[in-house]
């Protein structure tokens, strides 16, 4: 199929991802891989991407909209399948909004069974975000703060190595949101 572009197996369910994607999930992804980058850089043994496919068994292929895994000698639990992920990242995140039944589905229940440890839900309408982590084989949501964010302005650390750097979310002139690094800006 020359014409197909972008596909996930889940559940040993073929599923098509819309194309064009929109503005809001174009500029969401942005910032959460940037905020997945800045994470890495402060974080030895960390490793994030984009849209990478992950093979989760035989009836489970899916490629989420972001990604953070920490490496084996670290203490993580991901495999390679070739040029592929194989097993679990410790984080998943994935930008809902044609998908949002999906995501909040077979998705949900995929990334448990599998053992993903953290899986962010970033809904586009309503705007919310939904952070889960995987207690005892079920997803428990992380509390949101005042402001309704549920990671804590990013102070909170990923299921993994230990952090050297812990990050503020701050405002900024133009009322957007920047990361400061405690002692400075992160360059």
Same mark, same amino acid.
């Given at each position: =199929?020359?014409?197909?572009?972008?596909?996930?197996?889940?559940?040993?369910?073929?599923?098509? =991802?819309?194309?064009?994607? *929109?503005?809001?999930?174009?500029?969401?992804?942005?910032? %959460?891989?940037?905020?997945?980058? !800045?994470?890495? +850089?402060?974080?030895?043994?960390?490793?994030?991407? *984009?849209?990478?496919?992950?093979?989760?068994?035989?009836?489970?292929?899916?490629?989420?909209?972001?990604?953070?895994? /920490?490496?084996?000698?670290?203490? @993580?639990?991901?495999?390679?399948?070739?040029?592929?992920?194989?097993?679990?990242?410790?984080?998943?995140?994935?930008?809902?909004?044609?998908?949002?039944?999906?995501?909040? @589905?077979?998705? %949900?229940? !995929?990334?448990?069974?599998?053992?993903?440890?953290? +899986? !962010?839900?970033?809904?586009?309408?309503?705007?919310?975000?939904?952070?889960?982590?995987?207690?005892?084989?079920? +997803?428990?949501? /992380?509390?949101?703060?005042?402001?309704?964010?549920?990671?804590?302005?990013?102070?909170?650390?990923?299921?993994?190595?230990?952090?050297?750097?812990?990050?503020?979310? /701050?405002?900024?002139?133009?009322?957007?949101?920047?990361?400061?690094?405690?002692?400075? =800006?992160?360059?």
């Amino acid at each position: =199929m020359p014409e197909l572009k972008h596909a996930e197996l889940i559940n040993g369910v073929v599923f098509f =991802m819309p194309s064009p994607v *929109s503005l809001s999930h174009s500029f969401a992804q942005h910032e %959460l891989n940037t905020w997945l980058w !800045l994470y890495k +850089y402060a974080t030895p043994g960390c490793q994030t991407g *984009s849209e990478g496919t992950w093979v989760m068994g035989q009836k489970d292929v899916p490629q989420p909209d972001g990604f953070l895994r /920490i490496l084996p000698r670290f203490g @993580g639990q991901f495999g390679d399948a070739g040029d592929y992920g194989a097993g679990a990242p410790e984080l998943i995140v994935e930008i809902s909004g044609s998908s949002l039944s999906r995501d909040l @589905g077979a998705k %949900l229940d !995929l990334y448990r069974r599998t053992g993903v440890r953290e +899986y !962010l839900t970033v809904l586009l309408r309503p705007r919310q975000v939904i952070w889960r982590q995987l207690v005892r084989g079920r +997803y428990v949501e /992380i509390p949101a703060d005042a402001d309704g964010v549920p990671f804590a302005g990013f102070s909170r650390p990923l299921a993994g190595p230990e952090r050297p750097v812990e990050f503020q979310e /701050i405002d900024s002139h133009g009322g957007g949101r920047t990361l400061q690094k405690a002692g400075g =800006m992160v360059e």
